[in-house]
């Protein structure tokens, strides 16, 4: 687990450095930290406030379906699901982490590997009623500006194919054990008739839980795309809130298919395209960087720290056993 751990950091910061390379190269100047003195402080803390709002519905949507799974917790520790779960999206592929880590924060709190892996499903179905219910507004803004989808769709194939060739380069010269995978499959596959018998209880008993999980869901990505907003409000008060909020769904459709860790490079190059209609150039790169760590990075490193605390607190608490 460490091991991989480090491995996702190292990528992590490996994408978002190359990334950063090229804005500065690309669009960034020492204009902007001259003008990120002068904005309007309201709309920054606004940011601030609707990624506080993010890790709130994430929190809401993993209670409800944890209590409908008899999983019982205190709100506050469903921060610190949701801030672990943001750490260990961030540093694999697809943000597929963020799962693995919600079965440990889950399970230390007594959760049986069935009910866990129940609860984690429905959140992810739960989590796609947003991209859905978004489809159409997406195809109608690519509809609208097919320049800026052509070349987000540019960004997301070239780091589509760096990922590949960079993963058949390590199939090559490294061989992974694969003890571990296999012990891990045969547990799934104890668990799973468990498992089967629990989602089907939980899709006939629990509505109303999944409802409240949907609609957490949708405020949980509603806030995110706010705080973009919000922040570039703050450079420039001029567009409507909707319109910025729009020119972002695209770009989080492609952060979410991503194949690079937490959607390294392909949001930070991705934002250069989907806000450029809203900032003069010298201001873009700055810009892209400031909101990839408000709306990502700064969790992700909260996340990271609390992930430590509590492998510490349970690596000392299982040697005083």
Same mark, same amino acid.
């Given at each position: 687990m460490y091991r991989s751990i480090l491995y996702g950091i190292f990528l992590t910061l490996l994408f978002v450095g190359g990334s950063l390379l090229y804005i500065v190269k690309k669009t960034f100047t020492k204009d902007f930290f001259n003008v990120l003195i002068h904005v309007d402080k309201k709309y920054m803390l606004m940011s601030f406030a609707c990624m506080l709002l993010y890790h709130t519905f994430d929190n809401i949507r993993f209670f409800v379906l944890s209590r409908a799974m008899k999983l019982r917790y205190s709100f506050f520790y469903g921060y610190v699901i949701s801030y672990i779960n943001t750490f260990g999206a961030t540093i694999t592929p697809s943000q597929a982490g963020g799962e693995f880590m919600s079965m440990y924060t889950l399970s230390r709190k007594g959760g049986k590997l069935h009910k866990v892996l129940s609860i984690l499903t429905m959140k992810m179905l739960s989590g796609s009623t947003f991209f859905i219910l978004a489809l159409p507004y997406v195809l109608l803004h690519i509809y609208k500006n097919p320049s800026q989808g052509i070349r987000i769709g540019y960004v997301l194939l070239f780091f589509l194919a760096l990922v590949l060739f960079s993963y058949i380069l390590l199939r090559l010269f490294f061989k992974r054990k694969s003890s571990n995978q296999q012990k891990l499959i045969q547990r799934l596959k104890y668990n799973l008739k468990k498992y *089967?018998?629990?989602?089907?209880?939980?899709?006939?008993?629990?509505? +109303? =839980? &999944? *409802? &409240?999980?949907?609609? @957490? @869901?949708? *405020?949980?990505?509603? =806030? $995110?795309?706010? =705080?973009? +907003? $919000? *922040?570039?409000? =703050?450079f420039n008060p001029t567009p409507e809130i909707l319109t910025l909020i729009e020119h972002q769904l695209l770009l989080l459709y492609a952060i979410f298919i991503s194949p690079t860790p937490g959607g390294s490079g392909v949001g930070e190059v991705g934002a250069l395209y989907a806000f450029e209609p809203f900032l003069e150039l010298s201001l873009l790169g700055g810009f892209s960087l400031l909101w990839r760590f408000i709306t990502q990075y700064l969790s992700a490193i909260i996340g990271g720290f609390l992930l430590a605390f509590l492998l510490i607190k349970d690596a000392k608490r299982f040697k005083d056993a």
């Open positions: *089967l018998v629990v989602l089907k209880i939980f899709l006939r008993d629990k509505k +109303a =839980s &999944i *409802l &409240i999980a949907c609609l @957490s @869901s949708v *405020l949980v990505y509603m =806030s $995110f795309l706010a =705080s973009g +907003a $919000f *922040l570039l409000k =703050s």
